[in-house]
């Protein structure tokens, strides 16, 4: 069967973490699209922070290639056993 590898994007943004203050976040994340992304940093920072999505800022999402990812998982993801 073939393996169907996954696109390594980072994803740069914000999110509320009292009644005036936010949090910077920067997470390098494996998906098959953009979509893909923003859909997984609202599920996995809403369910950590027990945040609503309106709470989640996402700033910039582009696309990172081998040698600029820092995440052993994502690196596998997107690439594969090396």
């Known amino acids: 069967v073939p393996r ?3 696109n390594a994007y980072l994803a740069t943004g ?3 973490t009292g009644k005036f203050s936010w949090q ?3 997470i390098e994340i494996a ?3 953009e979509a893909g992304v ?3 940093i609202y599920s996995n920072l809403g369910s950590r922070h027990k945040l609503k999505r309106s709470q989640i800022k996402i700033a910039e999402v582009k696309p990172i290639k081998g040698d600029e990812i820092i995440s052993h998982t ?3 993801l997107s690439e594969g056993p090396q």
């Open 38 to 40: 923003t859909e997984q």
């Open 31 to 33: 998906a098959e699209n």
């Open 24 to 26: 910077k976040f920067s």
């Open 14 to 16: 914000e999110f509320k």
């Open 74 to 76: 994502v690196k596998y």
């Open 4 to 6: 169907i590898y996954m």
